[in-house]
């Protein structure tokens, strides 16, 4: 790649000059040269809001593909996928026991090197099979902290000085915290436990573009492009010559198509650094109910670096909930009665392990991946107690149900769940026997089941609450944040959860729908409401207001003090827009992105009535950095 073909790709700022660490001449030349797929991205883009689109005008669900058809960039027919008619990838070694992987950016906000790589050092040394570094929905956007991420995950893989002093520092302090809590220290020698966990990253979807890197000025730029060359440039040497797979998850995922735009990609990146084919291995995450109809179809297009599905509840729910955005009798209950053994979750959960247990043409299987567990244990004793206690119980049903494994929000958690797995003692559930996945019309109605559940008042306090924290907290650079709602501040009986954009989602999607679709309640409530009540804009906006106003009354612990004026008012705009609108707009985050950074309210309601509008008129989202040209602070 010459100089002139890297000169084409523009860097924000003076971030370049910042961060020549990661962005590299190598990484600028390698991105360039992935550019053209930029416009693929873009295509099968509009595609998704044409789908989208069409369903609501037509109001049809969502079906499964023709058998007949032909996968995209692939030669595989979707009869030979759903038969195991392709070839799969091996595990890796290094991927055969992932009882918990442990989730969480590699970043802080407003934060100094030393300081954000204790991240770094709590994953590698939690005793986690794998962790997931994310770049996408727990990684917040502010400022530069997608490029801090990236230097922060180099500087550990090099084992650079400054990381191994904090990971010591770190050490001590796990043990400190473990010997109250288990009665045993966790890290016996640091540095050897340094090495135990698979290093895994996350880039960002399809959908999304990056905030400090396009091509030649245009509008934007693919974020999954910069992600995955920044970290596989940047890390491969360090990690092959370790002995360590390459591995990424991919989000959002929504058909086969896109698996196989995804695969194209990476395939081109192995080309360009002459790291032989499909060396880079992928996980993808199933949060979407479009590609719920498509498991196979996606397993084949990756074909011999697939090694996973994960089943991620928040994302999902969202999905299903936007797919059947038309659909009047589609409403969903209180979000705490949405569990994994919920109608459609049940499901969804049993498609993904009959999916995965179905063979190759080599007899292959591949790994499941169970769900997020969120609780942390910090609170009362009696608190600590039942949130671990169901921790434990919902581990156990998935290690029941067939998963080889599952995820934890923080890494305190991977000493109370990764005891579910070491009793069973088998490294995975590697083609463990399940009844083969069907694709019929009785298939396509469970994957919508709604089951009778609380929608109450509550749930609607709950459901405000929780997003209008969690938008504030975006706007702080905390895109993962442990949150409660406002009637629970100061009880330590009743744990934070770890929340990440998925979760303010689905929150904002639920008030939607029962707000549009015209929801009964289902029990009284001290508002004034009875059951069989709608649920009015009336009330929403009642309610609204009241939930803002707890949470600009609450102590610093829970609501910062300098957000109260700034990004929490920003985020009740944005709650406001979204769940009052007529049209369903199809992406939260867009809402996020268009006012990060920006701290005066008139600006932030002129940007978001920018995007509403844009989407109204040509259905289209404005997904670039507005500030991009601006100096970067």
Same mark, same amino acid.
């Given at each position: 790649?010459?100089?002139?073909?890297?000169?084409?790709?523009?860097?924000?700022?003076?971030? =370049?000059?910042? @961060?020549? #660490?990661?962005?590299?001449?190598?990484?600028?030349?390698?991105? %360039?040269?992935?550019?053209?797929?930029? $416009?693929?991205?873009?295509?099968?883009?509009?595609?998704?809001?044409?789908?989208?689109?069409?369903?609501?005008?037509?109001?049809?669900?969502?079906?499964?593909?023709? $058998?007949?058809?032909?996968?995209?960039?692939?030669?595989?027919?979707? /009869?030979?996928?759903?038969?195991?008619?392709?070839?799969?990838?091996?595990?890796?070694?290094?991927?055969?026991?992932?009882?918990?992987?442990?989730?969480?950016?590699?970043?802080?906000?407003?934060?100094?090197? /030393?300081?954000?790589?204790?991240?770094?050092?709590?994953?590698?040394?939690?005793?986690?099979?794998?962790?997931?570094?994310?770049?996408?929905?727990?990684?917040?956007?502010?400022?530069?902290?997608?490029?801090?991420?990236?230097?922060?995950?180099?500087?550990?893989?090099?084992?650079?000085?400054?990381?191994?002093?904090?990971?010591?520092?770190?050490?001590?302090?796990?043990?400190?915290?473990?010997?109250?809590?288990?009665?045993?220290?966790?890290?016996?020698?640091?540095?050897?436990?340094?090495?135990?966990?698979?290093?895994?990253?996350?880039?960002?979807?399809?959908?999304?573009?990056?905030?400090?890197?396009?091509?030649?000025?245009?509008?934007?730029?693919?974020?999954?492009?910069?992600?995955?060359?920044?970290?596989?440039?940047?890390?491969?040497?360090?990690?092959?010559?370790?002995?360590?797979?390459?591995?990424? @998850?991919?989000? *959002?995922?929504?058909?086969?198509?896109?698996?196989?735009?995804?695969?194209?990609?990476?395939?081109?990146?192995?080309?360009?650094?002459?790291?032989?084919?499909?060396?880079?291995?992928?996980?993808?995450?199933?949060?979407?109910? /479009?590609?719920?109809?498509?498991?196979?179809?996606?397993? !084949?297009?990756?074909?011999?670096?697939?090694?996973?599905?994960?089943?991620?509840?928040?994302?999902?729910?969202?999905?299903?909930?936007? %797919?059947?955005?038309?659909?009047?009798?589609?409403?969903?209950?209180?979000?705490? !009665?949405?569990?994994?053994?919920?109608?459609?979750?049940?499901?969804?959960?049993?498609?993904?392990?009959? $999916?995965?247990?179905?063979? #190759?043409?080599?007899?292959?299987?591949?790994?499941?991946? =169970?769900?997020?567990?969120?609780?942390?244990?910090?609170?009362?004793?009696?608190?600590?107690?039942?949130?671990?206690?169901?921790?434990?119980?919902?581990?156990?049903?998935?290690?029941? !149900?067939?998963?080889?494994?599952?995820?934890?929000?923080?890494?305190?958690?991977?000493?109370?769940?990764?005891?579910?797995?070491?009793?069973?003692?088998? %490294?995975?559930?590697?083609?463990?026997?399940?009844?083969?996945?069907?694709?019929?019309?009785?298939?396509?109605?469970?994957?919508?089941?709604?089951?009778?559940?609380?929608?109450?008042?509550?749930?609607?306090?709950?459901?405000?609450?929780?997003?209008?924290?969690?938008?504030?907290?975006?706007?702080?650079?905390?895109?993962?944040?442990?949150? *409660?709602?406002?009637?629970?501040?100061?009880?330590?009986?009743?744990? @934070?959860?770890?929340?990440?954009?998925?979760?303010?989602?689905?929150?904002?999607?639920?008030?939607?729908?029962?707000?549009?679709?015209?929801?009964?309640?289902?029990?009284?409530?001290?508002?004034?409401?009875?059951?069989? #009540?709608?649920?009015?804009?009336?009330?929403?906006?009642?309610?609204?207001?009241?939930?803002?106003?707890?949470?600009? =009354?609450?102590?610093?612990?829970?609501?910062?003090?300098?957000?109260?004026?700034?990004?929490?008012?920003?985020?009740?705009?944005?709650? #406001?827009? @979204?769940?009052?609108?007529?049209?369903?707009?199809?992406?939260?985050?867009?809402?996020?992105?268009?006012?990060?950074?920006?701290?005066?309210?008139?600006?932030?309601?002129?940007?978001?009535?920018?995007?509403?509008?844009?989407?109204?008129?040509?259905?289209?989202?404005?997904?670039?950095?507005?500030?991009?040209?601006?100096?970067?602070?």
């Amino acid at each position: 790649m010459t100089t002139q073909h890297r000169s084409a790709v523009e860097v924000r700022a003076n971030l =370049g000059a910042t @961060y020549p #660490d990661v962005l590299t001449p190598q990484a600028l030349d390698l991105i %360039a040269a992935l550019a053209p797929f930029d $416009a693929e991205r873009r295509d099968v883009m509009s595609a998704r809001l044409a789908r989208r689109a069409a369903r609501a005008r037509d109001q049809r669900p969502v079906g499964f593909l023709d $058998a007949s058809a032909t996968i995209p960039r692939t030669n595989l027919s979707v /009869e030979d996928a759903r038969a195991g008619r392709f070839t799969g990838s091996e595990i890796p070694a290094d991927l055969e026991r992932q009882w918990i992987q442990g989730t969480g950016p590699a970043a802080r906000p407003h934060a100094t090197v /030393e300081k954000s790589l204790r991240n770094v050092a709590y994953a590698l040394l939690s005793g986690a099979d794998g962790w997931m570094f994310d770049g996408e929905d727990a990684l917040g956007q502010l400022s530069t902290m997608s490029l801090d991420n990236q230097r922060n995950l180099k500087l550990a893989n090099e084992d650079d000085r400054l990381f191994l002093t904090v990971a010591e520092d770190v050490a001590r302090e796990m043990n400190t915290w473990s010997s109250a809590a288990l009665g045993r220290p966790i890290v016996a020698d640091w540095r050897t436990q340094l090495q135990f966990t698979t290093r895994i990253f996350r880039a960002r979807g399809l959908h999304l573009d990056d905030r400090h890197v396009r091509i030649s000025a245009e509008r934007g730029f693919s974020a999954s492009i910069v992600d995955v060359v920044l970290y596989v440039v940047n890390n491969q040497e360090r990690l092959r010559a370790a002995g360590s797979s390459l591995v990424l @998850y991919l989000p *959002k995922i929504q058909t086969a198509d896109e698996a196989s735009l995804w695969n194209d990609m990476l395939a081109a990146v192995e080309g360009h650094l002459g790291l032989g084919n499909s060396v880079i291995k992928t996980y993808v995450l199933v949060e979407q109910l /479009e590609a719920c109809f498509q498991l196979m179809e996606i397993r !084949a297009a990756l074909g011999r670096r697939f090694v996973g599905f994960n089943t991620g509840r928040w994302d999902y729910i969202n999905s299903v909930a936007d %797919a059947l955005a038309w659909d009047r009798s589609f409403v969903n209950p209180n979000i705490d !009665a949405i569990t994994m053994t919920y109608g459609y979750m049940r499901h969804y959960e049993d498609r993904v392990r009959r $999916a995965v247990n179905t063979p #190759d043409a080599a007899g292959r299987t591949a790994l499941w991946q =169970g769900g997020m567990e969120p609780n942390i244990p910090v609170g009362s004793a009696a608190g600590v107690a039942s949130g671990m206690q169901r921790a434990i119980a919902g581990a156990t049903r998935e290690q029941q !149900a067939g998963a080889s494994g599952k995820w934890v929000a923080h890494w305190k958690m991977v000493h109370i769940v990764r005891p579910v797995w070491e009793r069973a003692g088998q %490294a995975n559930q590697l083609g463990r026997s399940f009844p083969p996945l069907t694709h019929t019309p009785a298939d396509a109605t469970a994957l919508a089941e709604l089951e009778p559940a609380p929608r109450t008042v509550r749930g609607a306090r709950d459901l405000i609450s929780v997003a209008l924290q969690y938008g504030n907290a975006f706007g702080q650079g905390m895109q993962a944040a442990a949150l *409660k709602p406002a009637d629970f501040f100061g009880n330590d009986d009743v744990l @934070y959860l770890m929340e990440d954009m998925a979760t303010g989602e689905i929150r904002l999607s639920i008030l939607w729908e029962w707000l549009h679709k015209q929801a009964r309640l289902t029990a009284d409530d001290e508002v004034g409401v009875k059951a069989g #009540d709608l649920f009015t804009e009336e009330l929403f906006v009642r309610l609204l207001g009241e939930e803002h106003d707890k949470l600009r =009354g609450a102590a610093d612990k829970d609501v910062h003090a300098n957000s109260k004026e700034t990004t929490l008012p920003i985020a009740r705009a944005i709650v #406001d827009v @979204y769940v009052r609108d007529q049209v369903k707009l199809p992406w939260y985050i867009d809402l996020l992105n268009i006012t990060l950074g920006v701290h005066d309210l008139a600006e932030a309601e002129r940007r978001i009535a920018r995007l509403r509008d844009s989407f109204h008129d040509t259905g289209s989202r404005i997904t670039e950095n507005l500030d991009f040209d601006a100096p970067q602070a």
